[in-house]
């Protein structure tokens, strides 16, 4: 998998490994910044395609292969 970059997220699809509150295929709907805005980005929001629900998680955690899949899968 490619390195992520904070900045690219926003939009980007992803597939749960194990899926979540039975959502399994998510977007990255929100990129989170931070109050000083000079502080790096770790929040983003991400938003169940089915059935629109929104969960703030960091974004770091995209990176674990064993929970997210870059793309639809």
Do not use: C, Y
């Amino acid at each position: 998998m490619n390195k992520l970059s904070p900045k690219k997220l926003l939009l980007s699809k992803w597939t749960a490994v194990e899926p979540i509150a039975k959502q399994k295929h998510f977007l990255v709907s929100k990129v989170i910044t931070p109050e000083p805005p000079d502080e790096k980005i770790e929040f983003v929001e991400i938003e169940a395609v089915f059935s629109k629900k929104t969960t703030v998680i960091a974004w770091r955690e995209l990176t674990d292969p064993k929970r997210w899949v870059q793309g639809w899968k």
